[in-house]
């Protein structure tokens, strides 16, 4: 079951930009992140409750799952929404965040002492590149600075939050782990929107479904699975599965968007796919 872990992980959080256009175009941004995990919260709360979860740990633990939320879904979604909202082209956006396994894999040696390969490179190599190709970014495009300045940020957010939470994986149970990091997403999203937006949310029915989506099958679902893989497997190999997160939501925008799909696309996936399936091959394998 484990082993179909990556492949799934992949749909379902590239499944995420589907439904993200929707929420973005219905609510303002740190308003739907803020009700998106209050929601979710609660949800794994009650799960950790019914598994005999133990909820209240060591106040280290707590304060550490709670940063790291901050880091994952406040910094790092709420960058990347707010970019959107203010007019960030959004395959800039993709490409800036898709830069993430490339930066852990140059932090996880000196934090985690994780040596990577030159086949390991050659493969984030044609990971990114692969990933580039199919996002075909326009560079002509206006770009807003604060947009720029807020994807940046949450690049960063994503990088150091995966790498904090490879230190402290299994301080806490996995849905205790990922309830304060919610609550963390949820109260720094809160702050965000109290401070720079005039919030609002219209209830439509695509905001229901999108806001229905990310929270069962991205945060419940996606998420979950990101920080068991993160667990146990090395961090380098896991972030790199990102790279198949652009081709894969340009085929998902194809079926379900009626979205172009170009061979230009094509060609990307299947480089990313090689890229991917070099830089995550087992030692004993190669």
């Not at 998420?223 to 380098?236: E, H, N």
């Amino acid at each position: 079951m484990t082993k179909s872990f990556p492949l799934l992980f992949i749909l379902l959080w590239s499944s995420a930009f589907i439904s993200g256009k929707e929420i973005v175009q219905n609510a303002s941004p740190f308003a739907a992140l803020a009700f998106r995990f209050g929601i979710v919260t609660i949800g794994f709360l009650i799960f950790a409750y019914f598994s005999n979860d133990k909820i209240f740990g060591k106040l280290k633990n707590i304060i550490e799952s709670l940063s790291t939320g901050i880091l994952f879904h406040g910094i790092y979604l709420g960058g990347c929404w707010y970019a959107f909202s203010i007019g960030m082209p959004a395959a800039i956006v993709a490409l800036i965040v898709t830069l993430q396994p490339i930066l852990t894999n140059i932090l996880s040696g000196p934090i985690f002492g994780e040596k990577i390969s030159w086949k390991q490179w050659v493969g984030i190599s044609l990971g990114f590149v692969g990933s580039v190709t199919v996002l075909g970014i326009d560079f002509g495009k206006e770009i807003p600075p604060l947009g720029l300045l807020a994807t940046v940020l949450a690049l960063f957010a994503i990088t150091a939050g995966t790498l904090w939470q490879k230190k402290l994986s299994g301080n806490l149970a996995l849905s205790v782990n990922n309830a304060y990091q919610a609550i963390g997403g949820c109260l720094f999203n809160l702050l965000l929107m109290f401070i720079f937006e005039n919030a609002y949310i219209n209830f439509t029915t695509s905001f229901i479904f999108g806001m229905s989506h990310q929270i069962i099958l991205v945060s419940f679902g996606a998420f979950t699975i990101l920080m068991f893989l993160i667990k146990r497997g090395t961090v380098g190999k896991t972030t790199t599965l990102f790279f198949l997160v652009p081709p894969t939501s340009a085929v998902m925008a194809w079926i379900f968007l009626n979205e172009q799909l170009t061979f230009t696309d094509i060609i990307g996936f299947l480089i990313t796919t090689v890229g991917v399936f070099i830089a995550t091959r087992d030692k004993k394998n190669g």
